[in-house]
């Protein structure tokens, strides 16, 4: 093999490890993204629950509107 094409492939060899060390670091963050998403979507859901409870308490023909200083 010439001395060029062993440096080309040396090189490639390089660039291929760097790209896989880069998608994995990159589907750490994806993961941890997407278990982010999940905690938030379930706080949302429960929040949104506890809401619709508190209006269900409140005395009907009442309106729940802006404060006076809005």
Do not use: C, F, W
């Not at 090189?11 to 880069?22: F, M, S, V």
């Not at 993961?31 to 979507?41: F, G, P, W």
């Not at 409870?53 to 404060?67: F, N, T």
């Amino acid at each position: 093999m010439s001395a060029d094409l062993e440096t080309r492939l040396t090189d490639l060899e390089a660039q291929l490890a760097h790209n896989a060390r880069t998608v994995d670091e990159l589907n750490e963050v994806v993961t941890a993204q997407a278990d982010l998403i999940d905690r938030l979507t379930r706080k949302v859901q429960e929040l949104t629950e506890k809401l619709d409870d508190i209006g269900d308490l409140v005395e009907p023909g009442h309106v729940i509107g802006k404060p006076p200083h809005y």
